[in-house]
């Protein structure tokens, strides 16, 4: 993704002027997390893919075939598409465009000041996306992929790119909008075998380029207008947060009862007619990340402008804040001078930091004078947060209280934070931290993942909802 929306560098050459190849030649906007994946993926389908960022250092790992991030397989994919000449990387999202017959935008669409969406970094890729049409007479389809209210495909970037290019949708050009469902760890697993594929166009011409490119991998996509398109992507996540919540309730009603929650939810999770699927549906921590918060908060906001009461979707941030609360207060009852944390990220299998609700936890210790060492084996005291920290400005307090103190707080031997630790969290289900758990003897452990499906018996392990 873009980390400010300033103005496109023109200086970093680009793949010369695309032969007439047989499958279209693909630029990818933003190069975070969803435009790694997909310039990788794109290009393992047999597609030319420009991979595009004013970031210089995304930039020049992906041009060399090296990933960006933290994901399971991607270095392997990238280089591969290297090495074929089948990827290649930019600066230069206007020449990008030229060289191109499909853009896919991937930019950051955090938060805003006021709760809802900010739209800065969609106006500077717009903004050079029209010039670069300007430039070509040959039709070009835009695909937004990011996650935005309903609208502001068809009624903010569409319009700009309009007014820099001279040009029109739908006649001209092409705009739609492909919401993508990757879950990071095993992303590339999901673009692969996705659970769907939705475009939403309202022309045919742009449907049927897309959903040639898609063919690979779903030969029946679900074609749909732009608005609805949009929608889907923030319907489903803010399901997956509902769902999120409502386990980690139940989880927090049985404790007390001395009820199983897992149990209680593994035949819950067995309806799969009514309830629909099991994912998401185990207690565990809060929901965190680069989707889930955003997108409740969003919703909220755009009820609250429409003036329509949204009891349930309004009071999920309070029930995660809640639950987040609930872990703190585990930890407190301790006594512990020095907390050991083990699992940084908000899940397993990457180094995404955005809105991970164990850095809440962390802040609030850290504030109270207790002592906190980490581990993550995706994370190092040299992983880089700059670009996460813009991201979340107006969302994770956690991460922007601990943006000083953080590389400080981080390990990379797992012995050092176990063995001076007074109490233990353990917020991913790994082999190492399982085996740390069952070897931390009268050392308190809160576990709030269940990292074994059998809770250990000893009198000082704690979960969180069982």
């Given at each position: 993704?873009?980390?400010?929306?300033?103005?496109?560098?023109?200086?970093?050459?680009?793949?010369?002027?695309?032969?007439?190849?047989e499958?279209p030649?693909?630029?990818?906007?933003?190069?975070?997390?969803?435009?790694?994946?997909?310039?990788?993926?794109?290009?393992?389908?047999?597609?030319?893919?420009?991979g595009?960022?004013?970031?210089?250092?995304?930039?020049?790992?992906?041009?060399?075939?090296?990933?960006?991030?933290?994901?399971?397989?991607?270095?392997?994919?990238?280089?591969?598409?290297?090495?074929?000449?089948?990827?290649?990387?930019?600066?230069?999202?206007?020449?990008?465009?030229?060289d191109?017959?499909?853009?896919?935008?991937?930019?950051?669409?955090?938060?805003?000041?006021?709760?809802?969406?900010?739209?800065?970094?969609?106006?500077?890729?717009?903004?050079a996306?029209?010039?670069?049409?300007?430039?070509?007479?040959?039709?070009?389809?835009?695909?937004?992929?990011?996650?935005?209210?309903?609208?502001?495909?068809?009624?903010?970037?569409?319009?700009?790119?309009?007014?820099?290019?001279?040009?029109?949708?739908?006649?001209?050009?092409?705009?739609?909008?492909?919401?993508?469902?990757?879950?990071?760890?095993?992303?590339?697993?999901?673009?692969?075998?996705?659970?769907?594929?939705?475009?939403?166009?309202?022309?045919?011409?742009?449907?049927?380029?897309?959903?040639?490119?898609?063919?690979?991998?779903?030969?029946?996509?679900?074609?749909?207008s732009?608005?609805?398109a949009?929608?889907?992507?923030?319907?489903?996540?803010?399901?997956?947060?509902?769902?999120?919540?409502?386990?980690?309730?139940?989880?927090?009603?049985?404790?007390?009862?001395?009820?199983?929650?897992?149990?209680?939810?593994?035949?819950?999770?067995?309806?799969?007619?009514?309830?629909?699927?099991?994912?998401?549906?185990?207690?565990?921590?809060?929901?965190?990340?680069?989707?889930?918060?955003?997108?409740?908060?969003?919703?909220?906001?755009?009820?609250q402008?429409?003036?329509?009461?949204?009891?349930?979707?309004?009071?999920?941030?309070?029930?995660?804040?809640?639950?987040?609360e609930?872990?703190?207060?585990?930890?407190?009852?301790?006594?512990?001078?020095?907390?050991?944390?083990?699992?940084?990220?908000?899940?397993?299998?990457?180094?995404?930091?955005?809105?991970?609700?164990?850095?809440?936890?962390?802040?609030?210790?850290?504030?109270?004078?207790?002592e906190?060492?980490?581990?993550?084996?995706?994370?190092?005291?040299?992983?880089?947060?700059?670009?996460?920290?813009?991201?979340?400005?107006?969302?994770?307090?956690?991460?922007?209280a601990?943006?000083?103190?953080?590389?400080?707080?981080?390990?990379?031997d797992?012995?050092?934070?176990?063995?001076?630790?007074?109490?233990?969290?353990?917020?991913?289900?790994?082999?190492?931290?399982?085996?740390?758990?069952?070897?931390?003897?009268?050392?308190?452990?809160?576990?709030?993942?269940?990292?074994?499906?059998?809770?250990?018996?000893?009198?000082?392990?704690?979960?969180?909802?069982?």
């Amino acid at each position: 993704m873009f980390d400010s929306p300033h103005v496109f560098a023109q200086n970093t050459a680009v793949s010369p002027l695309r032969l007439v190849d047989e499958k279209p030649a693909i630029s990818v906007i933003g190069l975070g997390y969803v435009g790694a994946v997909s310039t990788a993926c794109l290009s393992s389908l047999g597609h030319r893919v420009i991979g595009v960022d004013i970031d210089p250092v995304k930039v020049n790992a992906i041009a060399t075939g090296q990933s960006p991030i933290h994901e399971r397989d991607l270095d392997g994919l990238l280089d591969d598409g290297v090495r074929a000449g089948l990827v290649s990387a930019t600066d230069d999202l206007e020449q990008a465009v030229v060289d191109t017959d499909v853009t896919f935008v991937s930019v950051g669409t955090p938060t805003a000041a006021d709760g809802g969406c900010d739209h800065s970094y969609i106006d500077a890729a717009a903004r050079a996306i029209g010039a670069g049409l300007k430039r070509k007479q040959e039709f070009h389809v835009v695909v937004m992929r990011c996650s935005i209210p309903p609208g502001v495909t068809m009624g903010f970037m569409a319009p700009i790119i309009e007014e820099v290019s001279g040009l029109r949708v739908g006649v001209d050009f092409g705009v739609c909008f492909n919401p993508e469902f990757l879950r990071e760890g095993v992303a590339i697993d999901d673009f692969n075998a996705p659970p769907k594929t939705v475009i939403g166009a309202n022309d045919d011409r742009s449907a049927r380029i897309l959903s040639r490119i898609y063919e690979a991998v779903d030969e029946n996509p679900i074609v749909t207008s732009v608005e609805t398109a949009e929608m889907v992507k923030y319907v489903d996540n803010v399901w997956h947060a509902t769902k999120v919540c409502f386990a980690n309730e139940v989880g927090r009603l049985c404790k007390p009862l001395s009820v199983d929650s897992h149990d209680v939810m593994d035949i819950f999770v067995q309806d799969t007619k009514l309830n629909l699927s099991p994912y998401y549906l185990k207690p565990g921590f809060a929901y965190g990340g680069s989707c889930l918060p955003k997108e409740v908060r969003a919703v909220a906001h755009i009820a609250q402008a429409q003036g329509v009461d949204l009891p349930m979707i309004r009071s999920l941030d309070q029930s995660n804040k809640s639950h987040i609360e609930s872990a703190l207060d585990m930890v407190r009852d301790t006594g512990a001078k020095t907390v050991g944390v083990l699992g940084l990220a908000f899940k397993p299998g990457t180094d995404d930091l955005r809105e991970s609700p164990i850095l809440e936890v962390i802040a609030a210790l850290n504030a109270e004078g207790v002592e906190v060492v980490v581990h993550d084996p995706a994370i190092t005291p040299d992983t880089p947060l700059a670009g996460q920290l813009a991201y979340v400005r107006h969302g994770s307090s956690g991460l922007q209280a601990l943006a000083k103190d953080l590389p400080g707080m981080m390990r990379t031997d797992l012995a050092e934070v176990t063995n001076g630790a007074d109490a233990l969290i353990v917020t991913h289900a790994n082999p190492a931290y399982r085996a740390a758990v069952l070897a931390a003897g009268d050392t308190p452990v809160i576990d709030v993942v269940r990292v074994a499906q059998t809770a250990p018996a000893s009198p000082a392990y704690r979960g969180i909802g069982w």
